[in-house]
């Protein structure tokens, strides 16, 4: 039987995070999107005011998954959420029960922390959609995410000011 273990990570953990997003990304068939690198793991994560919080599953001390999450609030409940940015598992540790024990973590987290709700996107042809259902998680089906970033982001911020924001 293999040692299973849960834990906090640590800012030692930054390249181990980085290599999981990584191959979450390429899970994700976008590996060409990452552009975060070990010391933006290192520096929003571990410093005076963490913008992240992070497990990892190590599977007889070899990281094996890992879960990436952070705070926002609910203006509706008054009181904080807990938004799940990345759950991933490598596969050669799929089927070890390490994504429910991760998720378990992490809802743990967001009681302890008194948060209203726990969410999470999941691309529509995951697998891991019926993994989520069979734990109790609902897709939102009235609510439609929207994102922008980049030039267009730049330009929305400008709007108001005279020249590019830096």
Request: glycine fraction near 6%.
């Amino acid at each position: 039987m293999p040692e299973i273990v849960i834990r906090d990570a640590v800012a030692d953990d930054s390249a181990t995070i980085l290599a999981m997003v990584q191959a979450l990304a390429e899970f994700e068939r976008a590996a060409e999107a990452v552009r975060a690198t070990e010391a933006d793991f290192r520096r929003e994560g571990f410093g005076p005011v963490p913008s992240f919080h992070c497990a990892i599953a190590e599977v007889d001390r070899r990281p094996a998954g890992f879960a990436l999450w952070f705070f926002s609030f609910s203006t509706w409940e008054g009181r904080r959420s807990l938004y799940l940015e990345d759950l991933f598992v490598q596969p050669w540790a799929r089927g070890l029960g390490l994504g429910e024990r991760l998720l378990r973590h992490v809802a743990r987290t967001a009681v302890r922390a008194g948060c209203a709700r726990l969410d999470l996107w999941v691309l529509h042809w995951n697998p891991a959609r019926q993994f989520y259902e069979r734990l109790g998680l609902r897709q939102m089906v009235d609510w439609l995410p929207y994102r922008i970033d980049g030039a267009a982001l730049q330009r929305l911020a400008c709007e108001a000011q005279s020249g590019p924001l830096t």
